[in-house]
């Protein structure tokens, strides 16, 4: 049986490469795709998840676009990667765009598709919760037609990911842009499967797997996977504010394989306001959401590797 899932996503190498994984797994259903610009730009993002399903889809997706804003907005370096994607050669071989963009904007999107999908779906969203956020304050009703929300977001760390002025350092990026959305869902009935930074943070974009990648570049999945981290920032001697980790594609590989991760249950609420906003806290009566705390790191990107040796 394969698992119905919905996919929103924000446009970073990770979350295109990650619409590429998605498009690759036996057990996974994509029923819908939409792009919200949170970090990146919109026109970019749009056009390379669309030169991605021509290229290693089978037809029958559009792409929808987000109208969503966030309170605070990702740094201008950051946005631009899409830009270097939608460039690869590897997606402009056709010189055209064949799947087409949707005639609604993302939040309607996610509610026309849940409503007509066949049971009930599993929404991935590897960027900021705005458009289910907006989504639910529209019609409420669609959390019936939904198995569960599995989100790239939060860290109960101490440290988070987040440098900006007048913020205390302890968000993860994807709360911090809409925190409000964040809390709205978190208000749902929702069940939330969170990867946090818990996690991600043991998949950091290393030198030995870029060396992998490139020594398996005759498999055209994997020298797309070469191609595309080597616009980004490896760990090598320390981790800077840009250094790249696997968030969204260990997300994803969630997904597609359970039990590459350890997942733990913790009550919690989500800080909207001031030098804390976007942070995630423990407290023994806020809402449960299974936090995927540890990973197995080499079952991890050998599972990917072989979804895009599929390509
Ligand atoms: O916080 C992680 C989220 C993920 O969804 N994004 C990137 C991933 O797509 C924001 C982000 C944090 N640090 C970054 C980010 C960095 N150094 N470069 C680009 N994006
Ligand atoms: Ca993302």
Redesign the pocket.
């Known amino acids: 049986m394969k698992k119905n899932i919905y996919f929103n996503?924000?446009g970073?190498?990770?979350?295109l490469i990650s619409l590429f994984l998605l498009l690759h797994m036996d057990n996974v259903e994509l029923t819908g795709v939409s792009v919200i610009p949170?970090?990146c730009y919109l026109e970019p993002a749009m056009f390379a998840s669309r030169k991605i399903i021509d290229r290693f889809g089978n037809g029958g997706l559009d792409v929808a676009a987000s109208n969503s804003r966030g309170k605070n907005p990702?740094?201008k370096?950051?946005r631009m990667?899409a830009f270097y994607v939608d460039a690869l050669p590897l997606l402009n071989e056709f010189g055209k765009v064949v799947t087409p963009v949707a005639d609604k904007p993302a939040h309607l999107h996610i509610i026309d598709t849940l409503r007509a999908t066949e049971g009930k779906t599993t929404l991935l969203f590897?960027?900021p919760l705005t458009d289910l956020a907006r989504a639910l304050d529209i019609d409420p009703t669609i959390e019936e037609k939904v198995e569960r929300l599995v989100w790239?977001?939060g860290t109960f760390r101490e440290a988070g990911?987040?440098h900006e002025p007048e913020h205390d350092g302890t968000a993860?990026?994807?709360v911090f842009w809409d925190p409000d959305a964040a809390a709205r869902v978190w208000d749902s009935g929702i069940e939330i499967d969170l990867v946090a930074?818990e996690s991600?943070n043991q998949v950091p974009l290393t030198l030995d797997v870029r060396e992998r990648w490139a020594a398996e570049r005759k498999h055209i999945g994997v020298d797309f996977l070469g191609q595309c981290y080597a616009m980004?920032?490896p760990l090598v001697h320390f981790s800077?504010?840009?250094?790249?980790?696997l968030?969204?594609v260990l997300?994803t590989a969630f997904v597609g394989k359970s039990d590459l991760v350890k997942v733990q249950t913790i009550n919690s609420i989500v800080i909207t306001e001031g030098a804390s906003q976007g942070r995630t806290v423990e407290t023994a009566d806020g809402r449960p959401v299974h936090v995927v705390y540890d990973v197995n790191r080499d079952a991890f990107f050998d599972y990917i590797t072989e979804l895009a040796k599929k390509a």
Do not use: R
């Open positions: 996503h924000d970073g190498v990770d979350d949170a970090d990702f740094p370096d950051w990667h590897t960027g790239m977001g990911n987040v993860e990026w994807n930074l991600t980004v920032p800077t504010n840009s250094t790249y980790y968030w969204d997300t």
